[in-house]
């Protein structure tokens, strides 16, 4: 049936006309329609234009033409602006922004016949590991504890694209991760996310977090699908000063070259003390699958990754107060007046952000502020130095690296720790890699006692996807990771 | 050194200025964006998405702005930097779009170098100059259309400026003054910027404190924003130097603070104090990578940069024995001494000088025209300063020859011709009227005589009006001096 297909069956699907790609987006579309009311992972559906490219996508496909992605039908992050259709970064501040431009990323996707459902919910500006800091609520993390109804969290920031996916609404969607927003939330849905090489993907168009470690990436059922996504989504942009020109590999191709001779390092930092049972176990099984497939495992240290998350929020959170300060309520988004330009802007930002986005502003502002700035973001970016040099050390000596993507699987919304501090924890395993700009893949590996998904992260050198997604493959047929989650488009209610 | 010195109660005082000038860069596009730069556009006409600061919008460095920001370095004599670094300058503003202006804050891509000015009586000093940077502009905010509401007009946001910060090494309104039509004149030269003030693409930040003469270091300074022309430049040193006198002399303490000059009223008044200044939070601008330049193209715009005014100066005095006032005056624009050099070349130097200096530039003023739009060219000056050299008019004839030229725009041989003004050169012609005169005067012709030489010049006169202007003067002369004699 149609909800069985993966992005690369459909894709095959489509060219030997087995299915129409009116029918397979018209599908999709019931789905939304049945289940997004619960689950709530679009902030925008867009049937009617997704109707209308399924058409043309069929008369490309009818004469045998079409790009890689023809007809295939995703959803965006809505943090990417598209040309004519709302765009919010799920803030109220953008809740009625239209952009005249479209991102780079959603435009390689169009090009190559990618048909969007819709824009995805998300952390509010990118921000949380949650999901629930959107402005247009949370998301419901489709999987359910065995025995329980309790609503979980999908993980953050790409909560909506990562339920999206995992219910089976789309056949992939676009995230973003700034510090595991890409990863964690893939690890927390039991679906597979690439957060490519720092500058593989062009941020242009993509609403600002944090602009030195902002990344886009596929999330998707399966490596196979992510990488069929990323060979459209990267590549050189000329609007993007940190976008590297560097030519975009058959990564589809670098899924079957297996590991064999392959030197897999295992940082003995992340093996922190309480890193629950059950996830060092599934670290161990995923050890044992590389193994079995000829790697040569080696253990390794990254010496600074104790600093990785207080260095992260240092620098994320500096960069985010500044990017943020184009919402003032002057040129467009949320306006609220006041009676001097400093009313203002205080009464639009004050109604315009949630209070996770107002908490980062103002620890941004703060570590850039006069007599602190040498204390807190000077040195931080030393200790972001020495943390990427960790990474080319251990790469001198392994190819990849293999950690847990997070320090626990999905946990309920009400059980949403009340300290920021210990939600910040959730990117413990994510940040080192997002401070090295390398690239990092999470594949769903395996459930927990409670039957939620655990994932596994392979970290690679830079603008060596290939070999995640080769290493990233074994570990995909080693796990043979088949579940679903009790809320599918596949399942009748 | 200039001895500037200002008397208060209880002594002297010497004011110590330093400067910083924002030149807007002469460029098709802006600093990080594809739009427009034109000056006087309708509001809000040429403003990219990048400008006005939208969602998702990246910068992209302009290589022409960086290009020209190098020149300058180069005429500066500065050292170009070959890593610098864009920082954000974080302030909220209606006019600024992005919350941030993007600007050179840490790493500069100029640094050190230096200006020498000249002061009226020829006296030279060198003004260092601490740094150039790149920058971008803001929008303008405009208060004075409406009673509730203000308007923004985003088409100077983003706009490429150049800060040149100079040394404190300033010491008096003269030498502000100097230095900012200087360094007007090296950009001008170099291109880089237009120096117009009337339309802001150069304005100035003045840095004032004042010491009693002969007391070590600096007091506490002071700064006057935004001057527009070397003329408050120099007003607002001396008024603000004044107030300062006067607080120290009353035995209070001047506070650091922001200052603005109100030309009609000759005083400057607190804008902004330091406990409210800003904290502008820089840091590098995480859109952008670190400017690393090459040394092959540093050179590259080396050896085309077009001669600078203190070389221009020299080779002029050296090629065509001009003195060193006549340097400066033909130098002060380079479209002045192109327009020079053109006549110049070819004909007599020392002609070419004095005219260009004396009728022509009169010439210029009485018709209220410049140098670009002077209604006699360079080849017609050279033609008419050719007609001189051999002899066809005589200067006096040249002078009524050039207000016709600048009236008609006819040629000088042309005018010549038609008025029928091409000198007598036929002695014979010339002797026969010479002798008329001493005929019709012989009284005189005895006075001459009896030794009143004076009369000389009545009968050289009296010769030219009788051939309306027209005889060789040498040659009149000869004839003058031989028949008198005999």
Not at chain 1, 139 to 154: C, I, M, T, Y
Request: glycine share 10%; net charge negative.
């Amino acid at each position: 049936m149609v909800f069985d297909y993966t992005l690369a069956s459909a894709r095959d699907a489509l060219r030997k006309r087995e299915i129409s790609a009116v029918e397979l987006v018209n599908t999709h579309l019931e789905a939304i329609e049945r289940l997004d009311g619960r689950l709530n992972s679009f902030i925008t559906r867009t049937p009617d234009q997704a109707r209308e490219a399924a058409k043309a996508a069929d008369d490309l496909l009818a004469k045998g033409e079409g790009g890689a992605l023809c007809g295939i039908p995703l959803g965006i992050k809505d943090l990417f602006a598209t040309e004519g259709v709302r765009t919010t970064a799920a803030s109220h501040i953008l809740e009625n922004f239209v952009p005249p431009y479209e991102s780079t990323v959603t435009a390689n996707l169009k090009r190559d016949g990618a048909i969007s459902l819709g824009k995805l919910n998300l952390d509010e500006f990118a921000m949380g590991s949650t999901n629930l800091t959107s402005a247009f609520g949370g998301v419901e993390n489709p999987w359910k504890r065995q025995g329980s109804d309790a609503r979980l969290v999908p993980g953050g920031s790409s909560g909506g694209s990562a339920a999206a996916v995992a219910a089976g609404l789309v056949l992939g969607a676009t995230g973003t991760d700034t510090g595991g927003s890409i990863r964690q939330p893939a690890s927390f849905c039991g679906i597979a996310g690439v957060k490519p090489t720092y500058g593989r993907c062009s941020r242009f168009g993509t609403i600002a977090f944090a602009s030195s470690l902002d990344q886009a990436g596929p999330m998707a059922k399966n490596l196979r699908d992510c990488a069929i996504m990323l060979e459209s989504m990267a590549g050189f942009d000329a609007k993007d000063s940190t976008s590297v020109d560097k030519a975009v590999p058959n990564y589809e191709a670098a899924l079957d070259r297996g590991v064999k001779g392959m030197r897999v390092g295992i940082p003995k930092e992340y093996r922190t003390d309480n890193l629950p049972e059950e996830i060092a176990a599934l670290w161990d099984q995923g050890i044992a699958w590389l193994k079995d497939a000829g790697a040569e495992i080696v253990d390794v240290s990254l010496p600074h990754t104790k600093y990785g998350l207080p260095t992260y929020y240092i620098a994320a959170l500096a960069e985010a107060s500044s990017n943020l300060a184009r919402y003032d309520g002057v040129r467009y988004g949320k306006r609220v007046t006041g009676p001097s330009l400093d009313a203002l802007y205080e009464a639009t930002r004050a109604a315009g952000f949630g209070d996770e986005v107002k908490r980062r502003i103002l620890l941004g502002t703060h570590v850039l502020s006069s007599g602190y700035y040498d204390a807190y973001y000077l040195r931080a970016q030393k200790v972001r130095t020495l943390l990427q040099r960790d990474f080319l050390q251990a790469y001198e000596k392994v190819d990849m690296l293999l950690t847990p993507t997070a320090p626990s699987g999905a946990f309920a919304w009400d059980e949403k720790p009340t300290d920021p501090v210990q939600v910040y924890l959730n990117d413990v395993f994510t940040v080192p890699a997002s401070l090295a700009g390398v690239p990092a893949v999470s594949v769903p590996a395996g459930l927990d006692s409670t039957g939620v998904p655990l994932g596994l992260q392979l970290i690679g050198r830079f603008f060596d996807e290939e070999t995640l997604f080769a290493a990233g493959h074994v570990l995909e047929k080693s796990a043979s990771f088949s579940h679903r989650p009790t809320l599918h488009a596949g399942v009748s209610a | 050194m200039s001895s500037y010195r200002i008397t208060g109660e209880t002594g002297e005082w010497e004011i110590v200025v330093g400067m910083e000038v924002h030149a807007q860069v002469v460029s098709q596009s802006k600093l990080f964006s594809g739009a427009a730069t034109e000056y006087g556009g309708e509001p809000n006409t040429q403003v990219s998405l990048v400008d006005a600061g939208f969602p998702g919008m990246l910068p992209v460095l302009n290589k022409e702005c960086v290009a020209q920001a190098i020149r300058t370095g180069l005429g500066l004599r500065a050292q170009v930097n070959k890593y610098s670094r864009f920082d954000r300058k974080n302030y909220f503003y209606a006019d600024l779009p992005t919350g941030y202006q993007i600007s050179q804050f840490e790493h500069p891509i100029i640094g050190e170098g230096k200006v020498e000015i000249e002061l009226s009586e020829g006296e030279k000093r060198i003004i260092g100059v601490t740094r150039l940077h790149l920058e971008q502009d803001a929008g303008k905010s405009i208060h004075d259309q409406d009673p509730t509401r203000s308007f923004i007009d985003l088409n100077r946001a983003g706009v490429a400026l150049m800060e040149i910060v100079s040394e404190p090494d300033i010491r008096s309104p003269e030498e502000a003054g100097a230095y900012l039509r200087k360094l007007r004149q090296i950009l001008r030269y170099l291109g880089t910027c237009d120096g117009n003030m009337e339309e802001g693409s150069m304005r100035a930040d003045v840095n004032v404190s004042v010491r009693p003469v002969g007391e070590e270091g600096y007091r506490t300074r002071c700064e006057i924003k935004n001057l527009n022309s070397v003329r408050y430049v120099m007003q607002a040193i001396e008024v603000e130097a004044e107030r300062q006198i006067t607080i120290w002399e009353e035995g209070g303490t001047v506070d650091q603070e922001t200052r603005l000059f109100d030309h009609v009223k000759g005083e400057t008044r607190t804008m902004r104090s330091k406990d409210d200044a800003h904290d502008y939070r820089y840091f590098p601008d995480p859109d952008l990578l670190p400017l690393e330049l090459e040394q092959s193209w540093i050179d590259e715009l080396k050896a085309a940069l077009p001669e600078l005014p203190e070389d221009k100066r020299a080779r002029l005095e050296k090629d065509y024995g001009v003195s060193q006032y006549e340097s400066g005056v033909l130098t002060a624009e380079q479209s002045v001494a192109d327009f020079y050099e053109e006549v110049a070349r070819g004909a007599d130097a020392r002609l070419a000088t004095n005219w260009m200096l004396g009728d022509f530039f009169a010439a210029l003023n009485r018709t209220g025209r410049s140098i670009e739009d002077s209604p006699v060219s360079a080849q017609g000056l050279r033609e008419l300063l050719g007609l001189i050299s051999d002899s066809t008019i005589n200067g006096k004839i040249a002078k009524e020859v050039l207000e016709d030229m600048v009236e008609t725009g006819d040629s000088a041989s042309a005018i010549v011709d038609r008025k029928g003004l091409r000198q007598v050169t036929d002695s014979s012609a010339i002797e026969a009227t010479v002798q008329g005169i001493l005929d019709a005067n012989a009284d005189k012709v005895a006075e001459y005589k009896s030794g009143k030489d004076k009369l000389f010049g009545f009968f050289v006169g009296q010769t030219m009006k009788a051939m309306k202007g027209k005889a060789n003067p040498a040659m009149v002369n000869d004839v003058l001096k031989k028949l008198l004699s005999a």
